[in-house]
């Protein structure tokens, strides 16, 4: 017997073979695959179910002795879209988040025996004058019904507190103040900044008072600039001020001295000017509510929100619709080529829906509500076309938001009747172009650039080269053509000469009431103004109203319903930056993407 210990033995290890490393590479990709594809149709499947459904997850119940609660958080545009999805039909959508929605859910519960009234509490808007305006009449005519509207704030803003203002009470916390001190208007200039950088806008314009352009030709306002915004603030705050006095029951010379004499900044001394009514905390203006409603104090009320409310009356006014219809068409955001979204005016879906509307026989008459400042000549003039041919088959009446200037307005002039609002910025009829010019910028850091061609003009333009005086020449003989146009298409609507409109023109912007004297509107109002008298010249009293136009979506948007790309790229930035950077990055991006003859808004007027 040997009692040597053995030796263990050791075997050299084999390489795997590749085979063996491909199947475990396929199994991981393939689980991977498996995972993603079970995951993706089980959303598929829960939607789709969700919608077979016919969405009752999402229906509003209305209890008895409700109040309404007028968020406008979610409120931006007059009118939030419908949307198709192609080659996905699920997913279409119709979506009620707009400020017409809202108009109407109020209209409606004047007549609604369960709401008891409406609160603004702590209700911050985004929406302009003009759509303030709007809300706020249509508030009125439901207090006029005798339902109340309360409102509270930790603080107003002065468009917050404008349209509070409508309210029978008025609330402010004790340590809140109210922002009231007339309007103002700031223009950033850019002439400095582009001779430190060398990067040059070239600027081709027509219209003294075409002051887009002004910014980056000088280092100040000029007095045609400083003369139309002083102008149209006044105009503007005319008619606020006008409101709120009404309202409130206050002199308008009164409140002109609140404003001077900042008599907001402290709760007692928007009381004593008669501001507010109650100085409270907002349990003490729930409890009045609660009195009003004639609840014990242990009682809560019912609460729905507004958007809510606009789903639960949808239906009821689907089926309550008459025989005949209206059309209404909006037209909201910059004028540009292409498909074009909620928040843009392109052609495409425009030129669709003016087709679809004068082409369907239950539509007798067309309402485009137009919400822009302007932009594309070409794709103006694209829409203009087809309003002259809409109105050869129905007329076609024009209700003007916010804004209407520049391509807004030319999209407007020819309509059988032009609506709007006391404080619609409307007008700047006039053209200009810009090219950005990097000459100044390369030769500083060291390049250079030569061109050879066969003809004169064959090179065209070049960002690197200095803008030559014959091309110059070409661009300003383009501007000046498009500015032609442009008057006599308004000439032509307005019933004008085109000396009329050239003095009324050159890029200058009005107010609605200033526009009304000089001819560019003819009649204040609003979109319900608009509406019945399209109906009029329909010759139906007996209607529904429908709304245009529908936008399209491919596959990409689909994948954001699912989480999958949560925020815009936009939003992001915002959330980055902020909200008052990212305006000015928006400025100089908007700039930069500017091609061919534009009529523009003169400037960006933000009224705080």
């Not at 008895?64 to 879209?81: F, P």
């Not at 400042?373 to 809409?390: M, Q, V």
């Amino acid at each position: 017997m040997n009692d040597t210990p053995q030796q263990p033995q050791y075997r050299q290890p084999q390489p795997k073979s590749p085979s063996f490393l491909k199947n475990v590479l396929s199994t991981v990709v393939g689980l991977f695959v498996f995972c993603f594809i079970f995951f993706f149709l089980i959303l598929l499947i829960g939607i789709i179910a969700a919608a077979a459904s016919g969405g009752n997850d999402t229906a509003v119940k209305v209890e008895k002795n409700s109040v309404i609660e007028l968020d406008l958080s979610q409120v931006t545009n007059d009118y939030s879209g419908k949307f198709k999805y192609k080659d996905f039909p699920m997913f279409d959508s119709d979506n009620q988040e707009g400020l017409v929605d809202v108009i109407r859910a109020i209209d409606a519960a004047k007549d609604d025996e369960r709401i008891k009234g409406i609160t603004i509490t702590n209700s911050s808007t985004q929406l302009g004058i003009a759509q303030n305006k709007a809300l706020r009449d249509e508030l009125d005519a439901f207090k006029k019904s005798g339902k109340f509207i309360v409102a509270y704030s930790d603080g107003y803003s002065q468009s917050d507190y404008y349209l509070n203002s409508v309210a029978d009470t008025i609330y402010l916390n004790p340590v809140g103040e109210i922002d009231f001190k007339g309007l103002s208007s700031e223009v950033m200039f850019y002439k400095d900044l582009q001779d430190k950088t060398g990067i040059k806008m070239e600027v081709i314009r027509h219209g003294k008072y075409k002051s887009a352009v002004e910014p980056f030709l000088s280092n100040e306002m000029s007095p045609e600039n400083r003369e139309q915004i002083t102008a149209l603030l006044n105009s503007v705050w005319t008619s606020v001020v006008g409101d709120i006095a009404k309202s409130r029951k206050i002199p308008v010379d009164s409140l002109n001295a609140v404003a001077d004499r900042l008599g907001g900044r402290t709760p007692e001394l928007a009381k004593e000017a008669k501001l507010i009514d109650k100085i409270g905390y907002i349990d003490q203006y729930e409890a009045g509510i609660k009195k009003a409603l004639k609840l014990k104090k242990d009682e809560d009320y019912k609460r729905v929100s507004i958007l809510d409310y606009v789903k639960a009356t949808a239906l009821d006014k689907l089926l309550s619709g008459g025989k005949d219809e209206i059309a209404i068409i909006y037209a909201q955001g910059e004028i540009r080529g292409g498909e074009g979204d909620v928040n843009t005016v392109s052609e495409v879906p425009i030129r669709k829906a003016l087709k679809e509307a004068r082409e369907n026989d239950a539509v007798k008459a067309i309402v485009l509500r137009v919400d822009s400042p302007g932009g594309s000549a070409l794709t103006s003039e694209l829409i203009w076309r087809d309003i002259e041919l809409t109105k050869k088959v129905k007329p076609v009446v024009v209700s003007m938001g916010n804004i209407a200037a520049s391509g807004g307005y030319y999209i407007s002039c020819n309509a059988n009747r032009i609506f709007a609002e006391e404080g619609t910025i409307t007008g700047s009829i006039g053209v200009f172009g810009m090219l950005p010019n990097f000459t100044e910028l390369s030769n500083r850091i060291g390049i250079h650039t030569e061109q050879v061609s066969t003809h004169k003009n064959a090179s065209g333009y070049s960002v690197f080269t200095p803008l030559k005086d014959d091309t110059r020449a070409i661009i300003q003989e383009s501007v000046e053509k498009v500015y032609t146009t442009f008057v006599s298409r308004v000439a032509a609507g307005r019933k004008l000469t085109p000396e009329q409109v050239d003095a009324i023109g050159q890029g200058r912007v009005w107010s609605g009431s200033m526009a009304l004297k000089n001819g560019l509107v003819d009649e204040i109002g609003g979109l319900d103004a608009a509406i019945e008298y399209a109906a009029k010249l329909g010759k139906t009293n007996d209607y529904s109203v429908s709304d245009y136009p529908e936008f399209e979506k491919d596959f990409s948007k689909i994948l954001s319903m699912f989480g999958l790309s949560t925020q815009t790229k936009e939003e992001l930035i915002k959330e980055q930056v902020g909200v008052e950077n990212y305006r000015v990055i928006e400025r100089i991006r908007r700039v930069s993407q500017i091609k061919g003859n534009q009529v523009l808004m003169p400037y960006e007027l933000t009224i705080k």
